[in-house]
T-cell receptor, first 114, second 112 residues
Framework: GESVGLHLPTLSVQEGDNSIINCAYS??????FIWYKQESGKGPQFIID?????DKRQGQRVTVLLNKTVKHLSLQIAATQPGDSAVYFC?????????????FGKGTKLSVIP | DAGVIQSPRHEVTEMGQEVTLRCKPI?????LFWYRQTMMRGLELLIY????????DSGMPEDRFSAKMPNASFSTLKIQPSEPRDSAVYFC??????????FGPGTRLTVT
């Protein structure tokens, strides 16, 4: 889920298990959502995106689910690997279509236990 | 193709000094974004350029911060004078008419 205050939510997962990272977005008018992965000491890296006219989108080992009714986004990682350890951010286009600005959540730290 | 290039990677300076951060976006991209990342506030958008023109600078904290994009291949973010609370990692990102932004490695700024 989203961060509150100083501490990032942390999710610890056993290697090989599936991970689910959640995000509550703020604007019901947002029509584009994106997940980024940030490894320690690096910039955020694109994982997967979804538009508001979809409920689900799949990539390689990742699936994003969008529930517009409750303004909730989730990222599922199948067969989690040590290389998946990172901070994951969801982002939305608060300003709507026509602007390519993104507003990022505070992030969730995923730790994979070997 | 090289990704987004930022320099310097690390900057340590004393309060009151001028700091200039540099960014070279991916060739052909027409949007450039400057972000600041701290543990307290997360990833914040400072300013957004499109075709070298500043579109939204509402995230720039105060007049001490300024950003320029003199051409499509270069942008600077300047802080003058710097303060300890400016300590953060500053990221530059670029994109081409799309939401998927490509981030640079960041500049870690420490103001003492």
């Amino acid at each position: 889920g989203e961060s509150v205050g100083l501490h990032l939510p942390t999710l610890s997962v056993q290697e090989g298990d599936n991970s689910i990272i959640n995000c509550a977005y703020s604007n019901s008018a947002s029509d584009y959502f994106i997940w980024y992965k940030q490894e320690s000491g690096k910039g955020p890296q694109f994982i997967i995106d979804i538009r508001s006219n979809m409920d689900k989108r799949q990539g390689q080992r990742v699936t994003v689910l969008l529930n517009k009714t409750v303004k909730h986004l989730s990222l599922q990682i199948a067969a989690t690997q040590p290389g998946d350890s990172a901070v994951y951010f969801c982002a939305e286009n608060l300003n709507g279509a026509g602007s390519y600005q993104l507003t990022f959540g505070k992030g969730t730290k995923l730790s994979v236990i070997p | 193709d090289a990704g987004v290039i930022q320099s310097p990677r690390h900057e340590v300076t004393e309060m009151g000094q001028e700091v200039t951060l540099r960014c070279k976006p991916i060739s052909g991209h027409n949007s450039l974004f400057w972000y600041r990342q701290t543990m307290m506030r997360g990833l914040e958008l400072l300013i957004y350029f499109n075709n070298n023109v500043p579109i939204d600078d509402s995230g720039m904290p105060e007049d001490r911060f300024s950003a320029k994009m003199p051409n499509a291949s270069f942008s600077t973010l300047k802080i003058q004078p710097s303060e300890p609370r400016d300590s953060a990692v500053y990221f530059c990102a670029s994109s081409l008419d799309m939401y998927e932004q490509y981030f640079g490695p960041g500049t870690r700024l420490t103001v003492t």
